[in-house]
Protein backbone atom coordinates (compact mmCIF):
# COMPACT_ATOMS: atom_id res chain seq x y z
CA UNK A 1 0.00 0.00 0.00
CA UNK A 2 1.31 3.64 -0.66
CA UNK A 3 -0.54 6.62 1.14
CA UNK A 4 0.05 9.95 -1.21
CA UNK A 5 -0.65 13.39 0.36
CA UNK A 6 -0.38 16.13 -2.05
CA UNK A 7 -0.26 20.01 -0.51
CA UNK A 8 1.05 23.58 -2.02
CA UNK A 9 -2.31 24.47 -3.27
CA UNK A 10 -4.30 27.41 -2.25
CA UNK A 11 -5.41 30.81 -4.04
CA UNK A 12 -3.25 32.44 -6.26
CA UNK A 13 -3.81 35.68 -9.10
CA UNK A 14 -3.55 34.97 -12.40
CA UNK A 15 0.14 34.87 -13.58
CA UNK A 16 1.72 33.57 -10.48
CA UNK A 17 3.15 30.40 -9.05
CA UNK A 18 2.55 27.92 -7.51
CA UNK A 19 4.31 24.27 -6.50
CA UNK A 20 2.29 21.14 -5.52
CA UNK A 21 4.39 18.40 -3.62
CA UNK A 22 3.31 14.67 -3.83
CA UNK A 23 4.45 13.15 -0.41
CA UNK A 24 4.67 9.12 -0.35
CA UNK A 25 4.44 6.76 2.42
CA UNK A 26 6.27 4.52 0.44
CA UNK A 27 10.43 3.84 0.46
CA UNK A 28 10.70 2.28 -2.82
CA UNK A 29 8.79 5.15 -4.59
CA UNK A 30 11.28 5.40 -7.05
CA UNK A 31 10.17 2.12 -8.95
CA UNK A 32 6.63 4.16 -9.32
CA UNK A 33 5.40 6.14 -12.37
CA UNK A 34 3.76 9.33 -11.04
CA UNK A 35 0.79 11.71 -12.95
CA UNK A 36 -0.91 14.74 -11.65
CA UNK A 37 -4.52 15.17 -12.44
CA UNK A 38 -7.23 17.49 -12.42
CA UNK A 39 -10.58 18.10 -11.75
CA UNK A 40 -12.68 21.17 -12.06
CA UNK A 41 -16.38 21.61 -10.92
CA UNK A 42 -18.57 19.98 -13.07
CA UNK A 43 -16.03 18.45 -15.08
CA UNK A 44 -14.11 15.20 -15.80
CA UNK A 45 -11.03 14.45 -14.24
CA UNK A 46 -7.92 15.16 -16.50
CA UNK A 47 -4.66 14.27 -16.99
CA UNK A 48 -2.33 17.30 -16.03
CA UNK A 49 1.87 15.69 -16.24
CA UNK A 50 3.16 12.33 -15.71
CA UNK A 51 7.09 10.80 -14.98
CA UNK A 52 8.20 7.80 -15.60
CA UNK A 53 9.91 6.04 -12.85
CA UNK A 54 12.46 4.39 -15.23
CA UNK A 55 14.23 7.08 -17.45
CA UNK A 56 12.59 10.43 -15.74
CA UNK A 57 10.81 10.98 -18.97
CA UNK A 58 8.01 13.30 -19.09
CA UNK A 59 4.74 13.89 -20.29
CA UNK A 60 2.12 17.15 -20.47
CA UNK A 61 -1.38 17.94 -21.47
CA UNK A 62 -0.93 20.26 -24.27
CA UNK A 63 -2.90 23.10 -21.84
CA UNK A 64 0.41 23.29 -19.31
CA UNK A 65 3.05 22.55 -22.29
CA UNK A 66 5.54 25.04 -21.50
CA UNK A 67 3.59 26.14 -17.90
CA UNK A 68 4.05 23.36 -15.70
CA UNK A 69 6.69 21.35 -15.04
CA UNK A 70 6.62 18.03 -13.09
CA UNK A 71 9.78 16.29 -11.27
CA UNK A 72 10.33 13.83 -8.70
CA UNK A 73 13.25 13.43 -5.80
CA UNK A 74 13.01 10.07 -4.53
CA UNK A 75 15.39 10.06 -1.76
CA UNK A 76 12.44 12.15 -0.33
CA UNK A 77 9.64 9.97 -1.93
CA UNK A 78 8.25 13.09 -2.89
CA UNK A 79 7.23 14.43 -6.43
CA UNK A 80 6.58 17.99 -7.50
CA UNK A 81 4.40 19.76 -10.06
CA UNK A 82 5.41 23.35 -10.56
CA UNK A 83 3.16 25.46 -11.95
CA UNK A 84 3.83 28.57 -13.80
CA UNK A 85 1.92 31.52 -15.95
CA UNK A 86 -1.32 29.92 -13.85
CA UNK A 87 -4.31 30.70 -15.89
CA UNK A 88 -8.32 30.92 -14.42
CA UNK A 89 -8.94 28.06 -16.44
CA UNK A 90 -6.37 25.90 -14.19
CA UNK A 91 -8.64 26.10 -11.14
CA UNK A 92 -9.11 22.76 -10.17
CA UNK A 93 -8.41 20.31 -7.45
CA UNK A 94 -5.09 18.66 -8.10
CA UNK A 95 -4.65 14.90 -7.48
CA UNK A 96 -1.27 12.83 -7.52
CA UNK A 97 -1.42 9.49 -8.37
CA UNK A 98 1.28 6.62 -8.23
CA UNK A 99 1.63 3.09 -10.03
CA UNK A 100 4.34 0.59 -9.50
CA UNK A 101 5.83 -0.37 -12.67
CA UNK A 102 8.55 -2.80 -13.90
CA UNK A 103 11.02 -3.12 -17.19
CA UNK A 104 8.41 -4.40 -18.80
CA UNK A 105 6.01 -1.84 -18.30
CA UNK A 106 8.63 1.15 -19.24
CA UNK A 107 6.33 2.17 -22.23
CA UNK A 108 3.11 2.14 -20.58
CA UNK A 109 0.64 4.53 -21.55
CA UNK A 110 0.69 6.90 -18.62
CA UNK A 111 -1.88 9.50 -19.73
CA UNK A 112 -4.57 6.97 -19.41
CA UNK A 113 -2.97 4.46 -17.12
CA UNK A 114 -5.44 3.03 -14.16
CA UNK A 115 -3.17 4.43 -11.43
CA UNK A 116 -3.56 1.96 -8.34
CA UNK A 117 -2.77 4.66 -5.65
CA UNK A 118 -4.69 8.05 -5.43
CA UNK A 119 -4.13 10.91 -2.71
CA UNK A 120 -7.25 13.36 -1.28
CA UNK A 121 -6.42 16.59 -3.91
CA UNK A 122 -5.09 19.38 -3.25
CA UNK A 123 -7.47 22.71 -4.31
CA UNK A 124 -5.73 25.14 -6.36
CA UNK A 125 -7.87 28.17 -7.43
CA UNK A 126 -6.47 31.46 -9.77
CA UNK A 127 -8.62 34.72 -9.51
CA UNK A 128 -8.47 36.62 -12.93
Known amino acids: QVQLVESGGGLVQAGGSLRLTCAAS????????VGWFRQAPGKEREFVAA????????EYADSVKGRFTISRDDAKNTAYLQMNSLKAEDTAVYYCAADLSSLFQRNRDLRTLDYDYWGQGTQVTVSS
Open 51 to 58: IRWSDDAT
Open 26 to 33: RRSFSRYD
